[in-house]
């Protein structure tokens, strides 16, 4: 969906009826989204009065585990490692190097960072069903797991100079994951690895995607680093999104008046300990909520006895500025730095009125020796065909692409199904390399 913000204006009533008159008017002329938004609203509806008549499922033991007890009941070694970024900002990366018990002395292993995406953190690889986690199937395949959280998650929320409550700490978007975060995990694990190796696999989801594409952008010399990409639902363009949930919060201009009124860039829901909770409750409800914004599928792939687990383990954290940043792309159609609102803002930053868009112009020569595998959802609100197709066309003919019919935005790694839908196509690309 086509959206543009509503024109600046003075006190915060005018404000809010010129943003409400905008809605109205995008409402009217937008017959699909209508459609959408009451195809929502009855899906949530209903979703709540099932969960109300229903029994509820087995509540999962492992809820009240940690990570690491998640991972080595499980039978695997678990390891936390801090990185720091140049500018200050302390990551926490997850290791699983192998099984319990195994030798690591001697032992060469391929290294793969695995990438989670926005507002969530690097659990969100370990806490499916131990039948359907690739992570630990890559484990098992002898590859050394490295699960990054990106700043301002859960478990990447320190500074060498500010805490979460300085409003300096959260001034941050995609940009500077891409450009801080991703050299300086590749530098740690390649530092750290198990043998001499100087290249990892890059595995990432959503944003996680997208800081990789920033990070080549706006530094060529990196793509040395990578042997191989591996991109679930990957983002660099989102100007034809279709989501309901994004496209009413854009228009209604919620990150906006966020970034403005707030007195940080404070934005980390604190669901870990009710969530589990609630989701157990209803979670039809909750599921529907959420594909409100990634997308509704059009039968059940998802587990719903395991939302209690994502609701312990994968709520993360971001800065409203990122969001912000990412409503700015939709707005623009382009894939480009933050836009400061104004020109004389982006002078000082960029030395012109305009954010530059991202140097993607070298990635069919620069990434031409990087092997890719790309998964898109047919059902993804946010990954639109245009978009995904435009993105393709950025990049080297070395992409091996498949788009799952009836997958949304985060079914890659939630799904019942995944083994034969993503699974096995990445041990066959992984083993092709």
């Given at each position: 969906?086509?959206?543009?913000?509503?024109?600046?204006?003075?006190?915060?009533?005018?404000?809010?009826?010129a943003?409400?008159?905008?809605?109205v008017i995008?409402?009217?002329?937008?017959?699909?989204?209508?459609?959408?938004?009451?195809?929502?609203?009855a899906?949530?509806?209903?979703?709540?009065?099932?969960?109300?008549?229903?029994?509820?499922f087995?509540?999962?033991?492992?809820?009240n585990?940690?990570?690491?007890?998640?991972?080595?009941?499980?039978?695997?070694?678990?390891?936390?490692?801090?990185?720091?970024?140049?500018?200050?900002?302390i990551l926490?990366?997850?290791?699983?190097?192998?099984?319990?018990?195994?030798?690591?002395?001697?032992?060469?292993?391929?290294?793969?960072?695995?990438?989670?995406?926005?507002?969530?953190d690097?659990?969100?690889?370990?806490?499916?069903?131990?039948?359907?986690?690739?992570?630990?199937?890559?484990?098992?395949?002898?590859?050394?797991?490295?699960?990054?959280?990106?700043?301002?998650?859960t478990?990447?929320n320190?500074?060498?100079n500010?805490?979460?409550?300085?409003?300096?700490?959260?001034?941050?978007?995609?940009?500077?994951?891409?450009?801080?975060?991703?050299?300086?995990n590749?530098?740690?694990?390649?530092?750290n690895?198990?043998?001499?190796?100087?290249?990892?696999?890059?595995f990432?989801?959503?944003?996680?995607?997208?800081?990789?594409?920033?990070?080549?952008?706006?530094?060529?010399?990196?793509?040395?680093?990578?042997?191989?990409?591996?991109?679930?639902?990957?983002?660099?363009?989102?100007?034809?999104?279709?989501?309901?949930?994004?496209?009413?919060?854009?228009?209604?201009?919620?990150?906006?008046?966020?970034?403005?009124?707030?007195?940080s860039f404070?934005?980390?829901?604190?669901?870990?300990?009710?969530?589990p909770?609630?989701?157990?409750?209803?979670?039809?409800?909750?599921?529907?909520?959420?594909?409100?914004?990634?997308?509704?599928?059009?039968?059940?792939?998802?587990?719903l006895?395991?939302?209690?687990?994502?609701?312990?383990?994968?709520?993360?954290?971001?800065?409203?500025?990122?969001?912000?940043h990412?409503?700015?792309?939709i707005?623009?159609?382009?894939?480009?730095?933050?836009?400061?609102?104004s020109?004389?803002?982006?002078?000082?930053?960029?030395?012109?009125?305009?954010p530059?868009?991202y140097?993607?112009?070298?990635?069919?020569?620069?990434?031409?020796?990087?092997?890719?595998?790309?998964?898109?959802?047919?059902?993804?609100?946010?990954?639109?065909p245009?978009?995904?197709?435009?993105?393709?066309?950025?990049?080297?003919g070395?992409?091996k692409?498949?788009?799952i019919?009836?997958?949304?935005?985060l079914?890659?790694?939630?799904?019942?199904?995944?083994?034969?839908?993503?699974?096995?196509?990445?041990?066959?690309?992984?083993?092709?390399?």
């Amino acid at each position: 969906m086509h959206l543009q913000a509503s024109a600046p204006v003075g006190d915060i009533w005018t404000k809010l009826i010129a943003i409400l008159t905008n809605f109205v008017i995008y409402w009217e002329f937008h017959p699909q989204f209508q459609t959408d938004t009451y195809h929502a609203g009855a899906a949530i509806w209903q979703g709540l009065q099932t969960d109300v008549l229903s029994p509820p499922f087995p509540y999962p033991e492992a809820v009240n585990w940690t990570l690491r007890e998640q991972i080595e009941n499980r039978g695997y070694q678990f390891e936390e490692h801090d990185i720091t970024t140049e500018d200050g900002y302390i990551l926490t990366a997850f290791r699983v190097p192998g099984k319990l018990g195994e030798e690591m002395e001697g032992v060469s292993k391929q290294p793969v960072i695995m990438q989670h995406g926005l507002i969530d953190d690097g659990a969100t690889w370990f806490f499916n069903d131990a039948t359907l986690d690739l992570s630990l199937e890559l484990v098992d395949l002898g590859y050394d797991i490295w699960a990054t959280n990106s700043r301002g998650s859960t478990f990447s929320n320190r500074h060498v100079n500010y805490t979460v409550e300085d409003d300096a700490f959260w001034n941050f978007t995609m940009n500077e994951m891409g450009k801080y975060d991703v050299p300086a995990n590749v530098h740690y694990v390649l530092a750290n690895a198990l043998g001499h190796f100087e290249q990892v696999i890059w595995f990432g989801h959503s944003q996680g995607t997208t800081q990789w594409f920033i990070a080549n952008a706006l530094d060529q010399t990196l793509a040395a680093k990578f042997k191989a990409f591996i991109g679930l639902a990957p983002v660099m363009y989102v100007y034809n999104q279709n989501s309901v949930a994004v496209t009413i919060l854009s228009l209604l201009q919620i990150p906006d008046l966020l970034l403005e009124y707030l007195d940080s860039f404070l934005y980390v829901p604190q669901l870990s300990a009710v969530g589990p909770f609630f989701l157990h409750a209803f979670p039809r409800f909750v599921w529907n909520i959420v594909q409100t914004v990634v997308g509704f599928d059009k039968q059940q792939h998802l587990d719903l006895a395991m939302l209690p687990m994502m609701g312990r383990n994968d709520v993360g954290g971001t800065s409203t500025k990122n969001l912000f940043h990412w409503i700015q792309m939709i707005r623009a159609g382009y894939f480009q730095q933050y836009d400061f609102g104004s020109a004389s803002a982006n002078q000082i930053a960029y030395g012109q009125d305009y954010p530059p868009q991202y140097n993607t112009g070298t990635f069919k020569t620069n990434l031409a020796h990087v092997s890719m595998l790309l998964f898109a959802g047919g059902n993804d609100a946010l990954v639109a065909p245009a978009d995904y197709a435009k993105l393709l066309g950025l990049l080297p003919g070395n992409v091996k692409s498949k788009v799952i019919a009836d997958y949304n935005h985060l079914d890659y790694m939630w799904s019942a199904d995944v083994n034969e839908y993503v699974n096995d196509d990445v041990r066959a690309f992984l083993k092709s390399l």
